[in-house]
């Protein structure tokens, strides 16, 4: 059980480049593009790569391997997240006028909801470095595979075991969360691509510095 004592640091030195551990991953990084629930780049997002501890790379990488060996290649969304990029997150609900992405992200939620729901946190694992939003990408059709599900669908569709989804989707889902599981992540109950390393190297630290390959280079 996580403590309720917290710290906010701006040191990086436990990060990677996540590339640098898996050549093979595929980015597509959402909160640097305006493809996002919000419609505009986020705070801190300064780069479109993923940064992650090196425990949660090495974990991943093992995975991807796994992946590789049945044809399939690992395709992430969100790594590490800074604090900031969630205040910004966390102002934009405030703002009640701007709901441009609606349509696309939450059709049937009001924006306020996205919170008490829990498809938005104040303080996001993502923000301790060892939780990562991905998907599986199919070698031989040059596609994702189908989940049912966008990538940051705020709806009970995404539940990894929403019972409205396809059998193929559905075992989809479960290729990827068995892969990861068995590598030590777990998943939780409202975002079939969102995974947490179980034995996360810091569990009660927050980091606030930007996603950027040169800031862990300096």
């Not at 640098?20 to 997002?45: A, K, L, M």
């Not at 998943?187 to 179980?198: A, K, M, N, S, V």
Request: with cysteine.
């Amino acid at each position: 059980m996580k403590s309720y004592k917290s710290t906010v640091t701006t040191d990086p030195s436990g990060f990677v480049v996540l590339a640098d551990y898996v050549p093979s991953i595929i980015q597509e990084i959402r909160y640097y593009s305006t493809y996002n629930f919000i419609g505009e780049r986020i705070d801190g997002y300064e780069e479109p790569c993923a940064l992650l501890t090196k425990e949660a790379a090495r974990a991943l990488k093992t995975v991807s391997n796994e992946m590789f060996v049945l044809g399939y290649r690992l395709k992430v969304f969100d790594a590490y997240r800074p604090v900031n990029a969630v205040k910004h997150f966390v102002l934009w609900s405030i703002e009640d006028q701007d709901i441009r992405m609606k349509p696309y992200f939450y059709p049937e939620l009001q924006k306020q909801e996205l919170f008490e729901k829990g498809y938005i946190a104040k303080q996001s694992s993502h923000s301790r470095g060892s939780t990562v939003d991905l998907t599986l990408f199919d070698m031989s059709t040059g596609k994702e595979l189908d989940m049912g599900s966008p990538f940051d669908l705020f709806s009970e569709v995404s539940h990894p075991d929403c019972k409205d989804v396809t059998e193929e989707q559905y075992n989809n889902r479960m290729l990827l969360q068995r892969a990861m599981v068995r590598n030590g992540f777990l998943p939780i109950d409202c975002e079939w691509w969102h995974f947490t390393l179980e034995n996360e190297p810091y569990p009660d630290t927050y980091f606030e510095f930007p996603v950027s390959s040169n800031y862990l280079r300096r």
